[in-house]
Nanobody
Framework: QVQLVESGGGLVQAGGSLRLSCVAS????????MGWFRQAPGKERELVAT????????QYGDSVKGRITISRDNDKKTVFLQMNSLKPEDTAVYYC?????????????????WGQGTQVTVSS
C-alpha cells in the first residue's frame, strides 16, 4: 500500500481549468497503477482516469474524455489530473487511488490505497 494526499481543488468558473496533484509516500508507488475518482453528492463514485505504472498508458471515463489529462512523475511520487473546460457537473470530491500491479496495467478494481479527497466546485 501507499499513502496518498490530494491537493489543488477549489472553486473555478465554468470553462476554466484546474490541476489536481496527488503526492504519495511509501515503497510501492512506482509499481502501482494509479487512478482518479470522483463522487458528487447523491451520486455513485465514478472512475475518471487511470494510468499504468510507467505513465505510458492511460484510460479515461467517457464523461471527461477530451477534457482531462492524467500524468505521473515517479521521481517525485506524484500523480496529476489536468482538467480543462470544466462544467458544473464536474463538481465533486476527487480522490486518487493506487492498485498493485497484479490487478493489471489499467485496472478497474483493486484500488486498495486512497487519498482523503479534494473538493472541486465549478460555478455556472
Amino acid at each position: 500500500q501507499v499513502q496518498l494526499v490530494e491537493s489543488g481543488g477549489g472553486l473555478v468558473q465554468a470553462g476554466g481549468s484546474l490541476r489536481l496533484s496527488c503526492v504519495a509516500s511509501g515503497l510501492t508507488f512506482s509499481a502501482d497503477a494509479m487512478g482518479w475518482f470522483r463522487q458528487a453528492p447523491g451520486k455513485e463514485r465514478e472512475l475518471v482516469a487511470t494510468i499504468n505504472w510507467s505513465g505510458s498508458r492511460t484510460q479515461y471515463g467517457d464523461s471527461v474524455k477530451g477534457r482531462i489529462t492524467i500524468s505521473r512523475d515517479n521521481d517525485k511520487k506524484t500523480v496529476f489530473l489536468q482538467m480543462n473546460s470544466l462544467k458544473p457537473e464536474d463538481t465533486a470530491v476527487y480522490y486518487c487511488a493506487a492498485a498493485p500491479g497484479r490487478y493489471g496495467e489499467l485496472p478497474t478494481s483493486g484500488f486498495d490505497s486512497w487519498g482523503q479527497g479534494t473538493q472541486v466546485t465549478v460555478s455556472s
